[in-house]
């Protein structure tokens, strides 16, 4: 199992693996303790923690991964990041962008959960003026679809704009 990701749960031994555990929770991601028949209890308070005491069933330890996973996508950040210019991130989820997108994007996410106006939407995507009347819809509708399982909506603002936000969490 990826050690790296908030899309997997680590399995790990307790107490055997405390120093593992440690290193984990530091790199936020989910892990599951197998706590021995014998050792003391296992005490956290972590969203993306959980245990069981061996022995126990598959089936139970499958329930917990599901729910731990659940906490971690639930854990999004507040807001979206645009890193090094062209790789657009929201939690563990990620997509790279056209250098135009990104430009478009990056007005977008300085403005989280604003409204941006179609005339700077414009005028940040193609600085020298719009090379078509419909070039900006275009590039909003491939945003769109890149958005797809992010958590992320770009909302249209009727006369205004428009708007990226996160889901509604429910």
């Not at 989820?93 to 135009?100: G, H, I, K, Q, V």
């Not at 977008?108 to 020298?128: C, I, K, M, N, T």
């Not at 590039?139 to 704009?161: E, F, K, N, P, Q």
Request: net charge neutral; with cysteine; hydrophobic share 40%.
């Amino acid at each position: 199992m990826d050690e790296g990701s908030a899309d997997d749960v680590v399995i790990l031994r307790w107490p055997d693996d405390q120093t593992r555990l440690a290193d984990l929770r530091q790199r936020r991601i989910p892990r599951l303790a197998l706590v021995s028949p014998h050792a003391p209890a296992f005490l956290s308070s972590d969203p993306l923690e959980d245990w069981v005491r061996l022995p126990a069933s598959e089936g139970d330890v499958r329930a917990r991964v599901r729910t731990l996973l659940a906490r971690a996508h639930d854990e999004r950040p507040d807001a979206p990041e645009l890193d090094d210019g062209r790789v657009l991130r929201y939690g563990s989820w990620w997509t790279t962008l056209a250098p135009t997108e990104a430009r478009l994007a990056g007005t977008l996410v300085d403005r989280f959960g604003g409204v941006v106006s179609r005339a700077e939407l414009a005028s940040a995507g193609w600085p020298e003026g719009l090379p078509s009347h419909n070039s900006l819809d275009v590039l909003l509708g491939r945003i769109r679809r890149r958005l797809d399982g992010s958590g992320l909506v770009l909302r249209t603002v009727r006369s205004r704009g428009c708007m990226l936000t996160a889901e509604p969490r429910y």
